[in-house]
């Protein structure tokens, strides 16, 4: 059954007379006529008789009407609710990010965004690539932020920052004594501390195939943060995005910048399209790109 047909027996049943009731709802008698016979149809029963004095509710019509007037009431309100939620910040958005944004760069944004958005809740989670895509294509999350290229052509993607990456070794290493940008190739027989699936662990991966050497892996993590601290104890040298490196004074390791030319990265800001996005997703958005083109990340 329709809203229109639940009206038009709530109408009559108010008005008591059909031409009374089309004429409030805006419609012809004989449509309001249609909507009623296909509602008792559907239900199999007569909700309404045409008497001379107008229309009186049968049995089951008077039995009807409550859960008539409650339908109504409860679709006028997810109507408002919807309404809200497409025009209001407020309510759950799901933000998913590789660890390095996740851990560098998202809990100043997010604290920012929540003083302008307090009704607003953002979901956070960190995933590889590949898994961050395809939970935004599915529509699990709203919006992802990860590195370009992308994979999908289905998503539409807003380039956020490019930024270098840059070696990361424990203090006092030889590399550091150079005072000079390093090459790849200075750097691939090094121990080497990598993520899987990491930018800077692909460029590394690229740059021993490219000379013919197996890269020297020392220890292989899943976490960002641990890494860096491997890198302090010493166990071997690592290439981060520029992101992860800024505090590394008062971190205990070292910085080597990479030659002109060296491995960057760019980073995206993903969606599957504005029709997709709630208010909240698009307030957070709009606020991740605004701030990241004032100030960088």
Partial sequence: ???????????????????????????????LSRQLQALETELGVRLLVRTPGGAVLTD???????HARRALDALTAGTAELGELTTTPRGAVSLGTLQTVGTYLLPDLVRAFKDRYPEVLPRLSEGTHDALESRVASGELDLCIVNLPMRRVDLVAQRLWEEELVLAVP?????????????????????????????????????????????????????????RRMVER??????LPGL????????GFDV?????????????????????????????????????RRSGP
């Fill in 1 to 31: 059954m329709s809203r229109e047909q639940l009206r038009a027996f709530v109408q009559v049943a108010q008005e008591g007379r059909l031409t009374v009731a089309a004429r409030r709802l805006g419609v012809s008698q004989p449509g």
């Fill in 60 to 66: 089951a019509g008077e039995r009807f009407l409550p």
């Fill in 171 to 227: 203090k006092g290493h030889r590399l550091t004594k150079l005072k000079r940008p390093v090459a790849l190739t200075e750097v691939v027989e090094e121990p080497l501390v990598v993520i899987p699936g990491m930018s800077g662990t692909n460029a590394l991966e690229a740059a021993c195939e490219a000379i013919g050497v197996k890269p020297r892996i020392a220890v292989e993590m899943d976490n960002a943060e641990g890494l």
């Fill in 234 to 239: 010493g166990l071997g040298v690592a290439l």
């Fill in 244 to 251: 992860m490196a800024r505090d590394h004074a008062a971190r």
């Fill in 256 to 292: 080597v910048e990479m030659e002109k030319g060296g491995p960057r990265r760019q980073v995206a800001l993903v969606h599957r399209g504005e029709e997709y996005l709630t208010a909240a997703a698009r307030a957070l958005k709009t606020f991740i790109v605004e701030s990241l």
